[in-house]
């Protein structure tokens, strides 16, 4: 382990193995970034430490910061790792190969970034949802994945379907009395198809309609980004493979947003945003 040097050094860049592997093949373009500080203690009490209260910011100010860490595993653990699941048949010996990072992997090197708040507050930015017509059946504060625990809230719940057959208006008919022409059509695809005997199939459904509100966050654009995982099982090990096409997201799902919505469901109040998230029958 190596430390920064404060009074030469101004800033330390290093690239992570993903991030090479990109470089390599000149896919390499970042958009974003984000500020952590997983390397500083605020409360020194839960290592055993007691201090004043206006010492906490003369030994953050001097204490020795770490330089940049990278990578979390070394080649020859990550080779270990691999080889064990290939000869136990957890893993095919040879994998397609996809331009996105292990998320366990990222998830190891930071864990903490800076957020956005209102200034002079005590409270800390957060999400508030609301289930709109689904029931959300359990939560969980933490998701753990490869042994890591990760401050996410996770809430449970499912879009369900339920066919309805309505026949109290049903009437015998002569179908080769009824004049049908190359217009003439029963869409198969809507919530209700009536039939030519005026009986009825009605499709009554539960979806996954969301009203997300950001509470505390000095920011004041409404906007959301929607991140879509899979969860991959190798033997008894699971881990999330983020899906970052847009192709393969609406393999699964219809997503609606905002005015997309259908205007019977309860408008949302000011600075809200409605996420709809609509499986596919």
Same mark, same amino acid.
């Given at each position: 382990?190596?430390?920064?040097?404060?009074?030469?050094?101004?800033?330390?860049?290093?690239?992570?193995?993903?991030?090479?592997?990109?470089?390599?093949?000149?896919?390499?373009?970042?958009?974003?970034?984000?500020?952590?500080?997983?390397?500083?203690?605020?409360?020194?009490?839960?290592?055993?430490?007691?201090?004043?209260?206006?010492?906490?910011?003369?030994?953050?100010?001097?204490?020795?910061?770490? #330089? *940049? !860490?990278? %990578?979390?595993? $070394?080649?020859?653990?990550?080779?270990?790792? &691999?080889?064990?699941?290939?000869? @136990?048949? /957890?893993?095919?010996?040879?994998?397609?190969?996809? #331009? *996105? !990072?292990? %998320?366990?992997? $990222?998830?190891?090197?930071?864990?903490?970034? &800076?957020?956005?708040?209102?200034? @002079?507050? /005590?409270?800390?930015?957060?999400?508030?949802?609301?289930?709109? !017509?689904?029931?959300?059946? $359990?939560?969980?504060?933490?998701?753990?994945?490869?042994?890591?625990?990760?401050?996410?809230? /996770?809430?449970?719940?499912?879009?369900?379907?339920?066919?309805?057959?309505?026949?109290?208006?049903?009437?015998?008919?002569?179908?080769?009395?009824?004049?049908?022409?190359?217009?003439?059509?029963?869409?198969?695809?809507?919530?209700?198809?009536?039939?030519?005997?005026?009986?009825?199939?009605?499709?009554?459904?539960?979806?996954?309609?969301?009203?997300?509100?950001?509470?505390?966050?000095?920011?004041?654009?409404?906007?959301?980004?929607?991140?879509?995982?899979?969860?991959?099982?190798?033997?008894?090990?699971?881990?999330?493979?983020?899906?970052?096409?847009?192709?393969?997201?609406?393999?699964?799902?219809?997503?609606?947003?905002?005015?997309?919505?259908?205007?019977?469901?309860?408008?949302?109040?000011?600075?809200?945003?409605?996420?709809?998230?609509?499986?596919?029958?």
């Amino acid at each position: 382990m190596a430390f920064f040097d404060k009074k030469q050094e101004v800033i330390d860049i290093q690239l992570t193995q993903y991030g090479k592997n990109l470089l390599a093949r000149g896919s390499f373009k970042p958009v974003y970034y984000s500020f952590f500080d997983d390397d500083i203690i605020y409360n020194a009490a839960p290592t055993g430490v007691t201090e004043k209260q206006n010492r906490s910011q003369d030994r953050i100010k001097e204490a020795q910061r770490p #330089r *940049t !860490q990278h %990578t979390v595993t $070394s080649v020859e653990e990550t080779y270990d790792q &691999l080889a064990e699941l290939i000869e @136990s048949g /957890q893993r095919e010996r040879f994998q397609e190969i996809k #331009r *996105t !990072q292990d %998320t366990e992997i $990222s998830e190891k090197i930071l864990s903490h970034p &800076l957020q956005n708040t209102v200034l @002079s507050s /005590q409270n800390a930015p957060r999400l508030k949802v609301n289930a709109l !017509q689904c029931r959300i059946t $359990s939560s969980a504060n933490t998701i753990t994945s490869k042994e890591i625990v990760k401050n996410i809230p /996770q809430l449970n719940f499912s879009a369900s379907y339920s066919l309805t057959r309505d026949d109290s208006r049903e009437k015998e008919i002569d179908i080769e009395s009824i004049p049908v022409d190359s217009e003439y059509y029963i869409d198969l695809t809507s919530d209700e198809i009536q039939f030519l005997n005026d009986t009825k199939i009605r499709v009554e459904r539960e979806d996954v309609i969301l009203d997300v509100t950001e509470e505390y966050s000095a920011r004041t654009i409404n906007e959301f980004e929607i991140e879509f995982y899979e969860i991959l099982e190798e033997g008894t090990t699971q881990h999330l493979l983020r899906l970052k096409e847009e192709d393969e997201v609406y393999k699964y799902f219809d997503i609606l947003v905002d005015d997309q919505i259908d205007k019977n469901i309860k408008e949302s109040a000011e600075n809200r945003r409605h996420v709809t998230v609509r499986t596919k029958s």
